[in-house]
T-cell receptor, first 111, second 114 residues
Framework: NAGVTQTPKFQVLKTGQSMTLQCAQD?????MYWYRQDPGMGLRLIYY???????DKGEVPNGYNVSRLNKREFSLRLESAAPSQTSVYFC??????????FGPGTRLTVT | AQSVTQPDIHITVSEGASLELRCNYS??????LFWYVQSPGQGLQLLLK??????LVQGIKGFEAEFKRSQSSFNLRKPSVHWSDAAEYFC????????????FGTGTRLKVLA
């Protein structure tokens, strides 16, 4: 049981490049989330998917898109990366209100 | 709208000493409350949660937290800190409707002196 997995672990992009962060969970959770973590800001929700086939914006969705590919997988795409998107990105999943299970994170630097 | 405040950005304690990390929340009803721990370079791990019932909840790694409605607080405690407890701790509040409304505090970084 791997829990929540994320790829890649590290990524460096140039401004304007695009990339997709991958996330998968094997706990059969309905809900999945993407957060970003910045110093002094805590975790902020980018997008979430309450169930397969649905996605909704969180607090900071601008510059991002998501795809809930199936129940297991939830990807985050940056179409045109900006330095302000330098951050650590966490994927999480949950079932009802049992608390979020987090992946190990992706550290993204945009130069 | 709900909010969470962790007033202490950094806390330093000696190994073996007791620990209390503060968390205050704002929410119109009884919220769901959580504490997470994040070790350097790692994701967040759930320590404990409060949904209803007994206001003193026990978690993993010897942590406990007490929900005090009158003070809108959910402070995390540990009677004797170990060096391995050095990490960042996040309080989070979730609403009782909708799985996505879940707000994190800005975190408290714990340093443990040998």
């Amino acid at each position: 049981n791997a829990g929540v997995t994320q790829t890649p672990k590290f990524q460096v992009l140039k401004t304007g490049q695009s990339m997709t962060l991958q996330c998968a969970q094997d706990m059969n959770h309905n809900s999945m989330y993407w957060y970003r973590q910045d110093p002094g800001m805590g975790l902020r929700l980018i997008y979430y998917s309450a169930s397969e086939g649905t996605t909704d914006k969180g607090e900071v969705p601008n510059g991002y898109n998501v795809s809930r590919l199936n129940k297991r997988e939830f990807s985050l795409r940056l179409e045109s990366a900006a330095p302000s998107q330098t951050s650590v990105y966490f994927c999480a999943s949950s079932e009802a209100q049992r608390g979020r299970d987090f992946g190990p994170g992706t550290r993204l630097t945009v130069t | 709208a709900q909010s969470v405040t962790q007033p202490d950005i950094h806390i330093t304690v000696s190994e073996g000493a007791s620990l209390e990390l503060r968390c205050n929340y704002s929410y119109g009803a009884t919220p769901y409350l959580f504490w997470y721990v994040q070790s350097p370079g790692q994701g967040l791990q759930l320590l404990l949660k409060y949904f209803s019932g007994d206001t003193l909840v026990q978690g993993i790694k010897g942590f406990e937290a007490e929900f005090k409605r009158s003070q809108s607080s959910f402070n995390l405690r540990k009677p004797s800190v170990h060096w391995s407890d050095a990490a960042e701790y996040f309080c989070a509040v979730g609403t009782t409707s909708g799985t996505y409304k879940y707000i994190f505090g800005t975190g408290t970084r714990l340093k443990v002196l040998a």
